[in-house]
C-alpha cells in the first residue's frame, strides 16, 4: 500500500525559533492533510494541499505541496509552547482510506 | 463542539474480556468511519473502515474476528475488543469524513485500553 514518510521523527527547539516537518512518498499522491495532536489528545485537522505547487499559510504557518506531488512540508515561524505535539501527514488516496505518516515530534522549550 | 463522541475514554478489563468502544456522529451522518490504533509515541495505524449496513474492511493484518465492528445507524459505529490480551492494550480512535466535502477527517477524543 502507500506509505508516506516524515522526517525529522522528533526535533526540539527553544521558543522562538523555526520549525519544518517534512513529508514524502514515493508514488504520486492524490493530495496531502496536515494534522496535530497535543499530548493526550486526538489528531486535529490542519489543512488539506491539493494543487501541484500549492503553499497554504495560517498565521505562523506555512504548509507547501511539491511540484511532483511526492512531497509536502509545514513550516513554524516563531515557535511558540502552544506548538507543542505531534505533526502528522496524510494522504486520503482519494478518499479510500487515510493513511498517516509516522509524525514530527516538537518540543518547544521556554 | 465536538463531532464525533467516542467512548469509553478510558477502560481497563481482565485478559480474556471484550470491551465495546462507542462512537457517535454529532453533527451529521457518516456513512462510512476509520478506526485507528495509536500505541505509545507512534503513528495512527488504519485498522478497518466500516460503512453503515455493510461489512467493515479491515486492514491486512488485522483480525477481523478479534476486531468485531459494527456500523449499524449513520450516528453509531462501534469496535469490539473481543478475547482481550495485554498486547491489544492501545489507544482506540475513530474517525469520520466532514460532510461538506472538504475531506477533514474528524477524529473522536480516542479510548485508551489497558488489558491486565
Known amino acids: 500500500g502507500q506509505q508516506v514518510m516524515q522526517i525529522p521523527q522528533y526535533q526540539h527547539v527553544q521558543e522562538g525559533e523555526d520549525f519544518t516537518t517534512y513529508c514524502n512518498s514515493s508514488?504520486?499522491?492524490?493530495?496531502i492533510q496536515w494534522y496535530k495532536q497535543r499530548p493526550g489528545g486526538h489528531p486535529v485537522f490542519l489543512i488539506q494541499?491539493?494543487?501541484?505547487?500549492e503553499v497554504k499559510k495560517q498565521k505562523r504557518l506555512t504548509f507547501q505541496f511539491g511540484e511532483a506531488k511526492k512531497n509536502s512540508s509545514l513550516h513554524i515561524t516563531a515557535t511558540q509552547t502552544t506548538d507543542v505535539g505531534t505533526y502528522f501527514c496524510?494522504?486520503?488516496?482519494?478518499?479510500?482510506?487515510?493513511?498517516f505518516g509516522p509524525g514530527t515530534r516538537l518540543s518547544v522549550l521556554p | 463542539g465536538a463531532v464525533v463522541s467516542q467512548h469509553p475514554s478510558r477502560v481497563i478489563c481482565k485478559s480474556g474480556t471484550s470491551v465495546k468502544i462507542e462512537c457517535r456522529s454529532l453533527?451529521?451522518?457518516?456513512?462510512?468511519m476509520f478506526w485507528y490504533r495509536q500505541f505509545p509515541k507512534q503513528s495512527l495505524m488504519l485498522m478497518a473502515t466500516?460503512?453503515?449496513?455493510?461489512?467493515?474492511?479491515?486492514e491486512q493484518g488485522v483480525e477481523k474476528d478479534k476486531f468485531l465492528i459494527n456500523h449499524a445507524s449513520l450516528t453509531l459505529s462501534t469496535l469490539t475488543v473481543t478475547s482481550a490480551h495485554p498486547e491489544d492494550s492501545s489507544f482506540y480512535i475513530c474517525?469520520?469524513?466532514?460532510?461538506?466535502?472538504?475531506?477533514?477527517?474528524?477524529f473522536g477524543e480516542g479510548s485508551r485500553l489497558t488489558v491486565l
Open positions: 496524510a494522504e486520503d488516496n482519494y478518499g479510500q482510506n487515510f493513511v
Open positions: 508514488t504520486t499522491l492524490s493530495n
Open positions: 494541499l491539493v494543487k501541484s505547487g
Open positions: 453533527d451529521f451522518q457518516a456513512t462510512t
Open positions: 466500516s460503512n453503515e449496513g455493510s461489512k467493515a474492511t479491515y
Open positions: 474517525a469520520q469524513l466532514a460532510g461538506d466535502g472538504t475531506g477533514e477527517l474528524f
